[in-house]
């Protein structure tokens, strides 16, 4: 079954400053792989999906991750952090069998 | 438009007691429906999924089940809730490499 591991529950950046989120997936056949964002007290909102084609996908609010199959990595990054990306963020993956299941989340906190 | 309704809203229930949380898809056919529960620090912990009616896969529980009778109808029940069971309840669809929908979510504590 798929599994998907997120790295760190919790990542502090300065505003302006690189944004990175790791995610590693374990399959033996290619996943969906997905990035959701959760704003306080709101639901999962999907920032980004890969299925197949390119590996550097580009999703909302300048956040893009760059899907590595020899690492089984899919990690999340966005160049400049702004005071609005503060929020947890959710890896997801889904097999073939459409088990879909979620990372721990990562809490990203940005400081001014 | 596809819409996913999910209730009751809260819900809280003694030890022991029976539980039934009903999840509706409006919208499509044949989806991919999901029970998750979620927790602080673990994010959405998968407990049930079905790719057709009357296929259920389990995860984890124990004394959870699930039943999918309709084709967009999927119920989380529970014969006897334990303490442990309290916590944040989502039923989700989606199709086959696609994007996940949520429902509102069940807040449910056991007392």
Not at chain 1, 98 to 111: E, H, I, P, Q, S
Not at chain 2, 20 to 33: A, D, H
Not at chain 2, 83 to 108: K, P
Request: hydrophobic share 35%; aromatic share 12%; glycine share 8%.
């Amino acid at each position: 079954a798929q599994s998907v591991t997120q790295l760190g529950s919790h990542v502090s950046v300065s505003e302006g400053a690189l944004v990175l989120l790791r995610c590693n997936y374990s399959s033996s056949v290619p996943p969906y792989l997905f990035w959701y964002v959760q704003y306080p007290n709101q639901g999962l909102q999907l920032l980004l999906k890969y299925t197949t084609g390119a590996t550097l996908v580009k999703g909302i609010n300048g956040f893009e991750a760059e899907f590595k199959k020899s690492e089984a990595s899919c990690h999340l990054t966005n160049p400049s952090a702004h005071m609005s990306d503060a929020a947890e963020y959710f890896c997801a993956g889904s097999g073939l069998n459409n088990d879909m299941r979620f990372g721990a989340g990562t809490r990203l906190t940005v400081k001014p | 438009s596809q819409t996913i309704h999910q209730w009751p809203a809260t819900l809280v229930q003694p030890v022991g007691s029976p539980l039934s949380l009903e999840c509706t898809v409006e919208g499509t056919s044949n989806p991919n429906l999901y029970w998750y529960r979620q927790a602080a620090g673990r994010g959405l912990q998968l407990l049930f999924y079905s790719v057709g009616i009357g296929q259920i896969s389990s995860e984890v529980p124990q004394n959870l089940s699930a039943s999918r009778p309709q084709d967009r109808q999927f119920i989380l029940s529970s014969k006897k809730l334990l303490l442990s069971d309290s916590g944040f309840y989502l039923c989700a669809w989606s199709v086959t490499g696609n994007t996940i929908y949520f429902g509102e979510g069940s807040w449910l504590t056991v007392v």
